[in-house]
């Protein structure tokens, strides 16, 4: 999206943090046109939670062509918005040394490969021990970026593939790039089942509506797709590589489950006890073993590969081995 009409300061936490008030003028695009205030905000600096942006609406400080507007005031396009940023509050969460397996890095982005059993964010129950604090102690220069760098997360208890940016403008760069849909991710999966055919699962998700710790297919959910391949059949399960076209809350995970092939070891989705046919498996079989996309500086396209842990390939070893002899 173009961001013409900016000025030469950009809004940028380490600015504040410096005690520095950050300031920004930006133009409205015309496809924001009909969009609130707080969307079109949003879409302007992605880089920037909407809470806190909602906050800064809330105080007086955004104005738009020199008036201060509700958040849902919506835009026409072509309007200029003014934004003072507040001072970013210190980053309370600290830095751990916790090994990286580091894919890549230069100054923009780094790759990281996580192991299963990682928390991506601190939260409830996890402040510590995290991606998060490992990222800080890496390099004590992201704790000056929201939320470390981290633009998309995986499970405690997938592994596999993330980028995390190391500037805001990078940040800023490879959000829009995950809105648009043109950050490729593949994932390879053990679904319970024979998985007889490649097919695509276009099913909207949402918060269940009774077990709100879990998501489900329900009809006002937000759209999510799918693309699911068949890798490795093994009768009582199937080796599968799944394309996210959106990226959901445990969208992979969901959508499996909703076509009756929920992930081997899947504790919140597997629905009744596993057959005792499958190796057993301490967490959801999925890992990212793929990631694609345009490096937010340069504009060239990366890509990078990993392979399944040990205990993913064990599974699937043993899932040959029933098959041989069944």
């Not at 939670?49 to 008036?67: A, K, M, N, Q, Y």
């Not at 995986?154 to 593939?161: A, E, H, V, W, Y």
């Not at 009809?219 to 394309?243: D, N, Q, S, W, Y």
């Amino acid at each position: 999206m173009n961001r013409a009409d900016y000025s030469r300061r950009s809004l940028r936490d380490d600015d504040a943090a410096r005690g520095e008030a950050a300031t920004a003028s930006y133009r409205v695009p015309e496809e924001c046109s009909g969009l609130r205030l707080d969307q079109a905000l949003a879409r302007l600096l992605p880089e920037h939670s909407r809470s806190r942006l909602r906050t800064w609406i809330d105080e007086g400080r955004v104005s738009v062509d020199g008036d201060v507007w509700e958040a849902k005031r919506r835009v026409a396009g072509g309007e200029r918005i003014d934004v003072v940023a507040a001072e970013a509050e210190p980053l309370e969460d600290r830095a751990q040394a916790i090994a990286l397996a580091i894919v890549y890095e230069d100054e923009h982005i780094l790759v990281v490969d996580k192991p299963a059993g990682l928390v991506v964010h601190p939260g409830s129950g996890n402040r510590d021990g995290t991606l998060l604090n490992a990222l800080l102690h890496h390099d004590e220069a992201l704790a000056a970026i929201p939320r470390a760098g981290i633009v998309h997360r995986l499970d405690k208890d997938t592994s596999g593939l993330m980028v995390v940016a190391k500037t805001p403008e990078a940040q800023t760069d490879l959000v829009r790039q995950l809105a648009a849909r043109s950050v490729s991710r593949e994932y390879l999966a053990v679904a319970r089942g024979d998985v007889t055919k490649p097919l695509v699962v276009d099913a909207p998700i949402g918060r269940h509506p009774s077990v709100r710790t879990t998501m489900a297919v329900v009809a006002r959910g937000k759209p999510a797709r799918t693309h699911v391949a068949v890798v490795e059949r093994f009768g009582i399960a199937t080796l599968l590589r799944c394309t996210l076209e959106t990226g959901r809350t445990h969208q992979i995970r969901v959508h499996l489950a909703a076509i009756g092939h929920p992930l081997v070891g899947d504790p919140a989705y597997g629905g009744r006890g596993e057959s005792r046919a499958l190796p057993p498996f301490a967490r959801q079989a999925l890992h990212a073993t793929r990631l694609s996309l345009t490096h937010p500086h340069t504009g060239q396209g990366m890509t990078w590969n990993s392979a399944p842990p040990p205990d993913f390939t064990a599974l699937v070893e043993r899932l040959r081995e029933g098959r041989a002899y069944a």
